[in-house]
């Protein structure tokens, strides 16, 4: 089916692009030769798909900073109309010259792979492997459930099949092809998020980009404007898992989530004195991805927290770009601190509130299970024992 995004009626053009989303969501490597061999022009995927699709995040983030606000370690901060416009205004600009960007750098970099150049094809590729991250930017509209934007990370599984492809890269190369562009988004992307927070202040440049036509191993490490970094190898590696979740996905052989009652039978019947009121599981599964939870909450006195347990299943491959990426940050104020960090190679999560006593420690298990305590308590110590609690010895087993 041809794609003619200009001169079509509204509701048509409409109807084709959500038939086409959910064809790349849910059958991409068919749906990248269907659109390898379309007839486009730069013009039309820009305002056909580039336009539409990039505004959501904006869009979102501009509703939820309106309508809710920012809040953090107790404090809440509402931004003025006309900030919150300009931040969503630049953003999607922003984000549009970095697509555009990369677009040229995948152009530049094919005949280093062993590709063929071709403007209309790398288009296609930066425009439609952001699929994923285009709509997760919904999410942002809630800032509560904004870390469900992760959903967005489908998009790198996206890039992996249909680069080599539109590109025409040689199977040697094709990987290394796609861990360079991968690099370059991720600069892309610091730096446009950079800049639209200070837009008006000052802007941030990104870094020279690095690509190498050698087809072998690729290791080290690169730093980022933000000061963070990416391990090339763990992202080699991340990005092969995902490749093989996607290909036993598509073969209909995607891994089971474990049982949600297994996961139930995990969370101990009291901790410490917490008396155990509620536990509750339940699982499911679409396209091929398969999930379960189990929470439980304790109380003692007045306090109360609640201790889950979740198998995201296939979708763990994606969990491993979080070592591939070397995810830090530290914030801290007079009334409480938040971090995310990498220890023995786990994502681990924690946000404490002195003044309400409340907060949550969180640690990914396996790139699969995610272990979480969440509530009231005298101190973070408490949660991090009910989190410990849950023997990550025996998560790792069930990973295998």
Do not use: C
Not at 4 to 23: E, L, T, W, Y
């Amino acid at each position: 089916m041809a794609t003619q995004f200009p001169g079509q009626f509204p509701g048509q053009q409409s109807n084709q692009m959500v038939a086409r989303i959910k064809r790349l969501l849910l059958s991409p490597a068919s749906e990248w030769a269907a659109i390898d061999s379309e007839a486009m022009t730069t013009t039309q995927i820009l305002m056909g798909w580039v336009i539409p699709l990039a505004a959501i995040g904006p869009v979102a983030q501009f509703i939820g900073s309106v309508l809710f606000g920012y809040s953090l370690l107790g404090f809440h901060y509402q931004p003025s109309l006309g900030m919150a416009i300009g931040t969503a205004a630049s953003s999607y600009v922003l984000g549009i010259i970095a697509l555009w960007v990369i677009a040229i750098v995948i152009n530049a970099l094919a005949p280093s792979f062993g590709g063929t150049k071709s403007s209309v094809q790398a288009m296609k590729v930066s425009a439609f492997s952001m699929t994923a991250a285009w709509l997760a930017g919904i999410f942002a509209a809630v800032p509560s459930i904004s870390f469900l934007g992760i959903v967005g990370l489908y998009s790198l599984y996206l890039l992996y099949l249909g680069l080599p492809r539109l590109m025409q890269a040689t199977d040697d190369k094709a990987m290394p092809y796609t861990l360079a562009v991968i690099l370059v988004t991720i600069v892309a992307m610091v730096v446009t998020s950079a800049v639209a927070r200070t837009i008006g202040e000052q802007f941030a440049s990104p870094m020279g980009v690095l690509g190498s036509g050698n087809a072998g191993s690729i290791g080290g490490t690169v730093t980022l404007p933000n000061g963070g970094s990416v391990d090339l190898g763990k992202l080699n590696d991340a990005t092969r898992k995902i490749q093989a979740a996607g290909d036993a996905i598509k073969a209909g052989k995607g891994a089971p989530a474990v049982p949600a009652a297994s996961l139930a039978a995990m969370l101990p019947a009291s901790l410490s004195g917490w008396k155990r009121t509620e536990i509750e599981s339940q699982s499911g599964g679409a396209a091929g991805f398969n999930g379960s939870h189990a929470e439980a909450r304790y109380e003692y006195g007045d306090d109360g927290f609640r201790l889950s347990v979740t198998d995201i299943s296939a979708l763990g491959a994606l969990a491993g770009m979080g070592g591939a990426l070397n995810l830090q940050s530290n914030k801290q104020t007079a009334t409480g601190y938040e971090t995310t960090q990498m220890i023995d190679g786990r994502m681990v999560s924690e946000k404490w509130h002195s003044d309400t006593k409340s907060g949550s420690f969180g640690m990914m298990v396996a790139n699969r299970f995610m272990v979480e305590a969440s509530g009231s308590a005298p101190s973070i110590d408490t949660l991090k024992g009910a989190v410990a609690a849950v023997d990550p010895a025996r998560l790792e087993a069930l990973a295998q």
